[in-house]
């Protein structure tokens, strides 16, 4: 909206500033921030107010959960959507259509969170949105933003799937991109979903992957930088880099509560759009496989819950002690500072190698 206004005077100089999606992408990520901040603490009460005893903790889940963590609010992810929806709307260019679609999908990933959410709540047990309700409606989302993004992206480009480490090589998916898209994007979703099931533990990997995000954004938009390091450029999706700064600027705000112990759980509220959201930034700027190594913890968890469920109904017999993996060193006896602390090094690694993607060709 900001930069709309600016760009229509060009009387003062200093305005230019707003046209630099650097800059604009450093307010997004302050003005974020200074929202949660502020917002945080009356947005944890009102939730208290109204859910009295907090989020139903799972019976057959670590026994130490069902006494700290019970009272603790959750739907925190409302202050995230809040901050990140305001930020971006403030400093992104509006007539951007990347930044819709992006959009679109975080609100619906959202609404979808925060039906599963109050649901829970008011039936006081784990079980939510049915599974296959959940899905459909997941997957409807990310196959209207697959088609919509494959719209916006240049044609030589809109249909293929590019690959890490490699200069040229493109697969072309055909009709099936958009179908690809759906699994990028829900897959993501559900795989933020089951990493957050400790205090800050979701929340610190997706600020790296955003941060990760929001450079390679700025590099695939801009011509001169796509070809120095020779990737495929797609105009337009450099103010993506404004919407993932606004996501870090939310999450460092949302950390402020959620850091062990937790004021506040962000719930399927938060953790399904944000996943989301880190999917369809990737499938834009055509990273999406760059996305499975920057993400590789989110993938890790989500493996551990696939291997657990296989392995169990093919022997009777589990793998892990429990599924997610964090789960599984919580009954081995480590503290949960620790397992969070190691896992954020984990993100922090993969974060890094995904980094690498961009100059290793």
Known sequence: MLYLLVSQH???PFLNLFRYITFRSGAACLTALMISLLFGGPVIRMLRRIQREGQPIRASGPERHLLEKAGTPTMGGVLILLSLFISTLLWADLKNGFVWAVLFVTAGFGAVGFADDYLKL?????????GK?????????????GYWLQHLMPPELANKLAFPFVKEALLPLGFAFPIFAMIVITG???AVNFTDGLDGLATVPVIIAALVFALISYLVGNHVFADYLQLHAVPGTGELGVFCAALVGAGLGFLWYNAPPAAVFMGDTGSLPLGGALGAVAVAVKHELVLCIVGGLFVIETLSVIIQVGWFKRTGRRVFLMAPLHHHFEKKGWQEPKIVIRFWIVAIIFGLCGLATLKIR
């Open 10 to 12: 060009d009387h003062a």
């Open 122 to 130: 008011s039936r006081r047990n784990t079980a939510g949105v049915p």
């Open 133 to 145: 309700v959940r899905l459909f409606c997941e997957f409807l989302t990310s196959l209207i933003a």
């Open 188 to 190: 993501f979703g559900n």
